[in-house]
């Protein structure tokens, strides 16, 4: 663990309404806010609990183990080991936090189509991302400042993700230089990729790429969705004990009079003024595989398929930057709507929300190569080393059950007709203007 946080009995008690409900659990406060609704004894059973000790109440009915079991990681034990700072910079969206919610209510609203009577007893969820084998279709997103959760960090997240056998997008946010964080992992380096913000200054970006490439990454992802910080209001209300810096940004936290978001403070290097024509330089500074990360519309999705990139991750940064921006599940219903032969063109990743095997399985089935998952790998990080490899494990053992249940052995057999999508359909826009059919834009759209 990361260090215990002691909690007050008067600060738990101030949470205690259906949105902000913390119970005491065995001597561990839990934010039960998002799971209550969705508890298989119901909603009830948990609430009148709210703010209040309710240890007696789940061990009458529960194993003591169950509650870190099924809300490991993806849930709230994070709250009370990490630093407030942390916390509310990684649980964090922008303003009314409603693409957060979304990103995740979204899933709930899709319902599968189990094929059943076809023979399951054996199951693969191997798949192959940017042409590199992987055991599972998830990868690790790039999230920023692992250290603050723990200070194993990145490398502890990198070290989980090349043993299990899956990627791990190293940020160029990460609290430590690329260099440390895998050099500790005797795998080869082709278990990871690196994320890119473009600085303003470019030669900043160029010497980056020139260090990323020699320490053997050999595909980038490039974000496109943050031009400017989102307007994160929990983050900035709570000021940093410390200051935090970014090595490889060469930026550093500070507390200026507007608040004290994390991104905002280090996220200053960013150039805005990046638009599609500077893919060129892009293409040019980077001999390897280029995916494009924060793709919102069949439009852009075109756009960046038709210049050559090797994929696109369809997101909303985990809900932090644009609020109401559309759900990566949302975006990709569209391309299945408008333009369904980009998704055998390139690879297409979805994030935000995914916290499940049957998350994982819709976003496959709906033509996704493979989903990146956030939050949940930081939160890992409040169990030690054990964390983030215990977190791979849960999605590995649910993907595989999801399968069999749905009808399938291997992700190749994954299929829209396996998922009802109805309850989303119409909020797929219904006519998008007619991207150009082979030209590559020579304008900002
Ligand atoms: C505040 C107290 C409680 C908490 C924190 C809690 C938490 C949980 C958790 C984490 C699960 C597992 C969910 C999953 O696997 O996804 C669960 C399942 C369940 N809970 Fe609770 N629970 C509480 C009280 C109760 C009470 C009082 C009842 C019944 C009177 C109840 C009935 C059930 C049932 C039937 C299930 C599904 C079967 C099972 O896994 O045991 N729970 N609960
Ligand atoms: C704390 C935090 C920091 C993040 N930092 C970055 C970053 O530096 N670069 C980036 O491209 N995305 C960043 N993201 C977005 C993630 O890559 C990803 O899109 C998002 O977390 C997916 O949603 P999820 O957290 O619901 O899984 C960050 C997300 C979080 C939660």
């Not at 023979?119 to 055991?135: A, I, L, P």
């Given at each position: 663990m990361a260090?215990t946080?002691?909690i007050?009995?008067?600060?738990v008690?101030?949470?205690c309404s259906?949105?902000?409900?913390?119970v005491?659990?065995?001597?561990h406060?839990?934010?039960?806010?998002?799971f209550?609704?969705?508890?298989p004894g119901?909603?009830d059973a948990?609430l009148?609990?709210?703010?209040q000790?309710?240890?007696?109440?789940?061990n009458?009915?529960?194993a003591?183990?169950?509650?870190?079991?099924a809300l490991?990681a993806n849930?709230?034990?994070?709250?009370d080991?990490?630093s407030?700072?942390?916390?509310k910079?990684?649980?964090?969206?922008?303003t009314?936090m409603l693409?957060?919610k979304a990103?995740?209510?979204?899933y709930d609203r899709?319902w599968?189509?189990p094929r059943l009577?076809?023979?399951?007893?054996d199951?693969s969820?191997?798949c192959?991302?940017?042409?590199?084998e992987c055991?599972l279709?998830v990868?690790?997103a790039p999230?920023?400042?692992?250290?603050?959760?723990?200070?194993?960090?990145?490398?502890?997240i990198a070290k989980a993700?090349?043993?299990?056998?899956?990627?791990?997008?190293?940020?160029?946010?990460?609290?430590?230089?690329?260099?440390d964080?895998?050099?500790?992992v005797?795998f080869p380096?082709?278990?990871f990729?690196?994320?890119?913000?473009v600085?303003?200054n470019r030669?900043v970006?160029?010497s980056?790429?020139?260090?990323?490439w020699?320490?053997?990454?050999r595909?980038?992802?490039?974000t496109?969705?943050a031009?400017?910080a989102?307007?994160?209001?929990a983050d900035e209300?709570?000021?940093?004990?410390?200051?935090?810096?970014m090595?490889?940004t060469?930026?550093?936290?500070?507390?200026d009079g507007?608040g004290s978001g994390?991104?905002?403070?280090?996220g200053?290097?960013?150039d805005?003024s990046l638009?599609?024509?500077?893919?060129t330089w892009l293409?040019a500074?980077?001999?390897g595989k280029?995916v494009?990360k924060?793709?919102?519309?069949v439009?852009d999705?075109q756009?960046?398929?038709?210049?050559?990139?090797s994929?696109?991750?369809?997101?909303n940064?985990?809900?932090?930057?644009?609020?109401?921006?559309p759900?990566?599940l949302?975006?990709?219903?569209?391309?299945?709507r408008?333009?369904p032969?980009i998704?055998?063109h390139?690879?297409?990743?979805?994030d935000?929300g995914v916290?499940?095997?049957?998350d994982?399985l819709?976003?496959l089935?709906l033509g996704?190569?493979a989903v990146?998952?956030?939050r949940?790998?930081?939160?890992?990080l409040a169990?030690?080393?054990?964390?983030?490899q215990?977190?791979?494990d849960?999605?590995?053992?649910e993907?595989?059950?999801a399968m069999?249940?749905?009808?399938?052995?291997?992700?190749?057999?994954?299929?829209p007709?396996f998922?009802?999508?109805?309850?989303?359909?119409h909020l797929?826009?219904?006519d998008?203007?007619a991207?150009a059919?082979h030209v590559?834009?020579q304008?900002?759209?």
């Amino acid at each position: 663990m990361a260090g215990t946080k002691r909690i007050s009995v008067g600060e738990v008690a101030q949470h205690c309404s259906p949105s902000n409900c913390w119970v005491v659990i065995n001597e561990h406060v839990w934010d039960l806010s998002e799971f209550a609704p969705k508890h298989p004894g119901g909603c009830d059973a948990i609430l009148r609990y709210a703010g209040q000790e309710a240890s007696q109440a789940y061990n009458e009915v529960h194993a003591s183990d169950l509650i870190s079991k099924a809300l490991t990681a993806n849930e709230l034990v994070a709250q009370d080991t990490f630093s407030e700072k942390a916390w509310k910079f990684y649980s964090s969206g922008a303003t009314d936090m409603l693409s957060v919610k979304a990103n995740r209510s979204l899933y709930d609203r899709n319902w599968f189509r189990p094929r059943l009577l076809r023979n399951v007893r054996d199951v693969s969820t191997k798949c192959t991302v940017q042409g590199v084998e992987c055991s599972l279709p998830v990868i690790v997103a790039p999230v920023a400042l692992a250290k603050l959760a723990n200070p194993i960090g990145e490398t502890g997240i990198a070290k989980a993700a090349a043993s299990r056998g899956i990627f791990h997008c190293v940020p160029i946010t990460a609290s430590g230089p690329g260099e440390d964080i895998i050099s500790d992992v005797p795998f080869p380096a082709t278990v990871f990729f690196f994320q890119l913000y473009v600085a303003k200054n470019r030669a900043v970006s160029e010497s980056l790429l020139r260090r990323v490439w020699e320490l053997g990454i050999r595909t980038l992802f490039v974000t496109i969705d943050a031009p400017v910080a989102g307007k994160r209001e929990a983050d900035e209300k709570v000021k940093a004990q410390e200051m935090i810096a970014m090595p490889m940004t060469g930026t550093r936290s500070r507390e200026d009079g507007t608040g004290s978001g994390l991104t905002r403070t280090t996220g200053s290097f960013i150039d805005s003024s990046l638009c599609w024509d500077d893919l060129t330089w892009l293409k040019a500074q980077w001999p390897g595989k280029l995916v494009i990360k924060g793709i919102q519309s069949v439009e852009d999705a075109q756009i960046a398929a038709e210049a050559g990139v090797s994929g696109i991750v369809l997101s909303n940064h985990g809900g932090r930057n644009l609020d109401t921006s559309p759900p990566g599940l949302l975006t990709l219903i569209e391309l299945q709507r408008h333009l369904p032969s980009i998704l055998s063109h390139v690879e297409v990743y979805v994030d935000g929300g995914v916290r499940r095997g049957t998350d994982i399985l819709k976003a496959l089935c709906l033509g996704a190569k493979a989903v990146l998952v956030g939050r949940p790998f930081l939160y890992s990080l409040a169990y030690g080393e054990n964390g983030p490899q215990h977190l791979i494990d849960i999605f590995q053992a649910e993907l595989e059950a999801a399968m069999k249940l749905v009808g399938i052995t291997d992700l190749s057999q994954a299929r829209p007709a396996f998922v009802n999508t109805h309850d989303l359909d119409h909020l797929v826009v219904k006519d998008v203007r007619a991207p150009a059919a082979h030209v590559i834009p020579q304008s900002k759209i």
